[in-house]
């Protein structure tokens, strides 16, 4: 019993110095600091997303620039518009007998291709307020006797782009007495004018002149009266969308066919 007190005392003496030769605990890692939060972006995010087709042929309101995209007045002031309403815009060129049957298939949400505001289009599109008026002319090679009324063009060869305004009031016109030659593209009318495959081509006065001033169009030049008729021609140049989509009134921006 002696040798266990014995022995118990030791163990109690020594036990502090034993304490203190054990390695110390670790101390605890510092919390992590917080993180810091994404600066914010000084843009406001967008709205909605439009897209916005065009013909990207009737120059200088749409064409397509060096890099194969959509240009011209008419896409700037789409930009424009899109800026104004916040808006994430998209342009994408299309056919322009695909413009107005895409449009009602939903395809994309405005036509922005110089398309003129008349009756049809009225019923079967919304559209917005007119932003630009152009009167339909003449071009002729210099020196022929058209620079008068329209009728000096009786029994003469008139090209024209195929399901525009511009030939519905051709047709109107000068179905009985004229030989009407309807071609894909305004582009094309004007060019079979250059080799004298037309006498005249009918078509947008400020695209018409613009032509006559480049190379290919120094043979012609802007003839007659300009002309105006609100049944054919229409009243102005809108921009368009499906009549019945209900996002039409906030988005809606319209364009003329030729």
Known sequence: MRIVGVLLAFLLAASPALAQQQPPKPAPKPAPAPAKPAPKSPFT??????T?????????????DKKGLPAGFEMELAQEACQRMKAECEYTAVKWDDLIPGLLDKKF???????????????RLGLSRRYYLSPGAFVAHKGEPFDGPPTLLRNKRIGVQKDST??????K???R????KRFPTLADALKALASDEVDAVFGDKVQLWLWSQKPD??????????????????????????????????RSTRRSPR
């Open 45 to 50: 995010p967008p709205a909605f997303k439009i």
């Open 52 to 64: 916005i087709a065009t013909e990207a042929a009737f120059p200088p309101f749409n064409y397509l």
């Open 109 to 123: 949400d405005i036509i922005m291709s110089s398309l003129e505001v008349n009756n049809e289009r009225r019923r």
């Open 166 to 171: 511009h030939a519905d009031w051709i047709d």
């Open 173 to 175: 016109s000068f179905r």
């Open 177 to 180: 007495s004229a030989q009407i």
């Open 217 to 250: 169009g120094k043979c012609c030049e802007v003839m007659g009266q300009d002309i105006k008729d609100n049944q054919t021609l229409g009243v102005g140049v809108s921009a368009g969308c499906a009549a019945r989509t209900p996002s039409c009134a906030t």
